[in-house]
């Protein structure tokens, strides 16, 4: 359940978001990010948020990991959020 009352006491008490701040959220496709997108969305109007969604392909997990890119686009794009989403070729590194 979300508990904005709990979650904005958090915020303050370690001074995690001030007014007006640009946060870029990686986003990974799996339930702990896109519950953390969702609740900054929830909250962007409280601090006056510039909230970006941000998700990387490592070149890992192939077809796999393409549909979680897709995945994480249309999520953003449903949230009328930005969505910068690349791919690096992580094993080469």
Same mark, same amino acid.
């Given at each position: 359940m979300? =508990? *904005?009352g709990k979650i904005k006491k958090t915020i303050q008490k370690y001074r995690m978001l001030e007014p007006g701040d640009r946060v870029v959220v990686g986003v990974s496709g799996g339930p702990d990010s896109i519950m953390l997108c969702h609740v900054l969305h929830r909250l962007r109007g409280s601090y006056n948020l510039? %909230?970006?969604? =941000?998700h %990387?392909?490592?070149g890992v997990r192939g077809a796999e990991a393409a549909r979680d890119a897709r995945f994480v686009e249309r999520f953003a794009r449903g949230l009328a %959020? *930005?969505?910068v989403a690349q791919e690096a070729d992580v094993p080469a590194y």
């Open positions: 979300f =508990a *904005p510039d %909230l970006t969604v =941000a %990387l392909n490592h %959020l *930005p969505c």
